[in-house]
């Protein structure tokens, strides 16, 4: 499993977030190790305790990895994760910012000054229009 495979796994698990795999990484190292973690070692943890260990321990069996990345290879699009040079460094240097971008297209420079729409997938008529006029 390769990095961005590993950040997509985490990326997918409930209850879990960027701002608790930033915690892990450190202890860790790589997303490859969080995920293969033991439950012990992550239960011991600050914060974590056993439903976070038993989340992180038991992905294979909550997520199905492989079919996530075959939508993602249907729509054409490529993972860009936090660890990877063209992450947006506007947006790596906010407090909580998401472990992987799904890009359509290409990341150019000047990317660097646009907006991005985060939202709901069942977004109101007011977001909506909200989203366009912007």
């Given at each position: 499993?390769?990095?961005?495979?590993?950040?997509?796994?985490?990326?997918?698990?409930?209850?879990?977030?960027?701002?608790?795999?930033?915690?892990?990484?450190?202890?860790?190292?790589?997303?490859?190790?969080?995920?293969?973690?033991k439950?012990?070692?992550?239960?011991?943890?600050?914060?974590?305790?056993?439903?976070?260990?038993k989340?992180?321990?038991?992905?294979?069996?909550?997520?199905?990895?492989?079919?996530?990345?075959?939508?993602?290879?249907?729509?054409?699009?490529?993972?860009?994760?936090?660890?990877?040079?063209?992450?947006?460094?506007?947006?790596?240097?906010?407090?909580d910012?998401?472990?992987?971008?799904?890009?359509?297209?290409?990341?150019?420079?000047?990317?660097?000054?646009?907006?991005g729409?985060?939202?709901?997938r069942?977004?109101?008529h007011?977001?909506?229009?909200?989203?366009?006029?912007l």
């Amino acid at each position: 499993m390769n990095t961005a495979e590993a950040y997509n796994a985490l990326n997918l698990l409930p209850k879990i977030g960027p701002v608790r795999v930033r915690r892990l990484l450190p202890i860790f190292g790589t997303p490859q190790a969080i995920l293969g973690a033991k439950r012990e070692q992550i239960r011991q943890l600050e914060g974590f305790g056993n439903e976070m260990a038993k989340l992180i321990v038991s992905w294979q069996d909550r997520i199905d990895l492989q079919r996530e990345l075959q939508l993602i290879r249907d729509a054409n699009v490529h993972c860009v994760c936090t660890a990877d040079d063209d992450y947006p460094t506007s947006l790596r240097d906010i407090h909580d910012p998401p472990l992987v971008l799904y890009v359509w297209g290409t990341l150019t420079a000047a990317d660097n000054r646009s907006i991005g729409i985060v939202g709901s997938r069942r977004a109101t008529h007011y977001g909506q229009q909200t989203a366009k006029k912007l």
